[in-house]
């Protein structure tokens, strides 16, 4: 079948096979081309480099790019886990579902071990099995089962609580009272004015149940139960502050509230790994990424027409950066860097103990000339203030559509690649 994009109330509903996995060869391509090191020796090599390597919430996003870049650029035998849905002969399926099957088959072509796990990351039964496939793939690696890394990466809308049973469901809402901002159509262009109620109580412990860290620090008691940890395992997962034009709805929001519990669980985590390992330093981290467009970005008020003048100046500078970028820089200069960029021990962190990968996102010259651009930004000049077709090619290439050398009126199976 001949596969288009549809979109319905700023939400692509399917994806495409073909773009999906040529789009993750060409992260797969940054990240090799990133790492060639002029004196010839692999990433693998360098002291510390991760070679075991488990990324929860390894389908798409950050978390995609994540596992590309421990595997591609250090070698690392990987496993990571999602839930999404196949593709059949009559309909396409995630866009994740696609990328997975991609990683796994460029893994194999590059003599890398790889599982993926299908299913609920929050399930105690998932746990489990992710330990299990990190001894298999340690063995076919021919190394030791014990995790260097954990990415912590979930964007779920909905976690059921193992012990409980309880569904909770998370919302993007302010506190207190509605928010209202500009927003921009994605199909249109068209600037609009949306509002969003305040979150209850209630949605927003919900919201901190599932994004918050509860899971991940259920995550590293599992795998710590297991014997899988050492003083050199490191964790992380990652969040997002952004502007205070956008902290209504975001860093003091309900999602806010997740985020902040997120880093709670990093302290959380330090201080038992601490205990159960003998050991004084962090293992865990919050990294604070950049912006950039997911699936969900186009329908949370503000964001799209930030973003899109965020990228025009940042472009316009060579600042731009992607998810691949940002998890190159992650790995590269901050979790694993050489004795050549290391100049101090341990990980550069703020004042807060957090990763900042938004350092070039929050740079002063940046959020100035943003600023001035959103107060002028009218239907008329947005073209001329904002990237909005680079906004669009990033939310349609994280479905696979808009990739270059994919011809998309061809026929595509969609339940393969």
């Not at 919430?57 to 595997?71: H, K, N, V």
């Not at 076919?140 to 779920?156: K, M, R």
């Not at 979790?335 to 550069?348: N, P």
């Amino acid at each position: 079948m001949v596969l288009k994009p549809q979109i319905r109330n700023e939400i692509c509903l399917n994806s495409h096979p073909k773009g999906c996995a040529q789009a993750l060869v060409n992260q797969i391509q940054y990240v090799r081309n990133s790492f060639k090191s002029g004196s010839g020796a692999p990433a693998s090599a360098h002291k510390g480099a991760p070679r075991l390597v488990l990324v929860v919430g390894s389908s798409t996003g950050y978390g995609l790019a994540s596992r590309i870049t421990a595997a591609f650029g250090y070698g690392a035998a990987t496993v990571g886990l999602s839930l999404e849905k196949a593709g059949t002969a009559t309909k396409a399926g995630t866009p994740g579902w696609y990328n997975n099957r991609a990683f796994e088959l460029e893994a194999a072509g590059m003599g890398l071990a790889a599982q993926t796990l299908n299913g609920d990351a929050y399930a105690d039964e998932l746990k489990i099995q992710a330990i299990e496939a990190l001894k298999v793939v340690a063995a076919q690696a021919g190394i030791q089962s014990q995790v260097d890394l954990i990415v912590y990466s979930l964007a779920s809308p909905v976690r059921t609580d193992p012990q409980s049973g309880v569904l909770y469901r998370s919302v993007i809402k302010p506190l207190q009272q509605a928010y209202t901002g500009k927003t921009v159509h994605l199909l249109t262009g068209e600037i609009i004015e949306k509002s969003v109620a305040p979150a209850t109580a209630e949605e927003v412990a919900a919201t901190v149940k599932v994004m918050g860290g509860e899971d991940w620090e259920r995550w590293i008691d599992a795998l710590d139960a297991a014997g899988m940890l050492s003083t050199d395992t490191k964790t992380v997962a990652y969040t997002y502050i952004g502007p205070s034009l956008s902290w209504a709805i975001y860093k003091n929001g309900s999602i806010g509230q997740a985020k902040a519990d997120l880093e709670r669980a990093a302290q959380a985590i330090n201080a038992k790994l601490a205990q159960s390992l003998g050991q004084s330093k962090p293992f865990a981290w919050v990294s604070v990424n950049k912006a950039v467009v997911t699936r969900a970005s186009a329908v949370i008020p503000i964001i799209p027409l930030y973003i899109s003048c965020l990228f025009k100046v940042m472009k316009e500078k060579g600042l731009h950066e992607g998810c691949i970028e940002q998890m190159v820089r992650l790995f590269r200069d901050r979790l694993y860097r050489t004795e050549a960029l290391a100049g101090s021990e341990g990980v550069l962190v703020d004042s807060e103990g957090r990763i900042r990968l938004d350092d070039w996102e929050m740079r002063e010259d940046v959020q100035q000339e943003v600023r001035e651009r959103m107060e002028k930004i009218t239907q008329e000049n947005l073209a001329e203030l904002c990237d909005l077709a680079g906004f669009r090619h990033d939310f349609l290439e994280a479905h696979g559509f808009d990739v270059p050398g994919i011809d998309y009126e061809a026929e595509v199976d969609p339940s393969g690649i």
